[in-house]
């Protein structure tokens, strides 16, 4: 039973902060890579943020970066976004996505429910 489970998310004004975690379980956390994406209402989905399995490496859609942070403990089987100085346009449904191989050799990708950000005065 595969489970990626946003929380964190939450009425924030603007130029606050909020920490998205992201906890998964039911496949190899440790090897996957792992991102943020979003849907602000009406809007397509955006990639935010994604990094590597071993933490390693990331990178970030160019209006946050200096403000989101990604990071991972793969000893918890958790992923993170750290949120600052949020803008009224980071209004969105964040979304925790993770790629990587199954047992079988085969692509795999699992993503959760959302967690909703809403930014406002």
């Known amino acids: 039973q595969v489970q990626v489970v946003e929380s964190g998310g939450g009425l924030v004004q603007p130029g606050g902060s909020l920490r998205l975690s992201c906890a998964a379980s039911?496949?190899?956390?440790?090897?996957?890579?792992m991102s943020w994406v979003r849907q602000r209402p009406g809007q397509d989905l955006e990639w935010v943020s994604d990094i590597d399995s071993g933490g390693n490496n990331t990178d970030y859609k160019d209006s946050v970066k200096g403000r989101f942070t990604i990071s991972r403990d793969n000893a918890k089987n958790t992923l993170y976004l750290q949120m600052n100085s949020l803008k009224l346009e980071d209004t969105a449904v964040y979304y925790c996505s993770a790629e990587g191989l199954g047992t079988n050799g085969s692509p795999r990708q699992y993503w959760g429910q959302g967690t909703q950000v809403t930014v406002s005065s």
């Open positions: 039911g496949f190899a956390f440790s090897s996957y890579s």
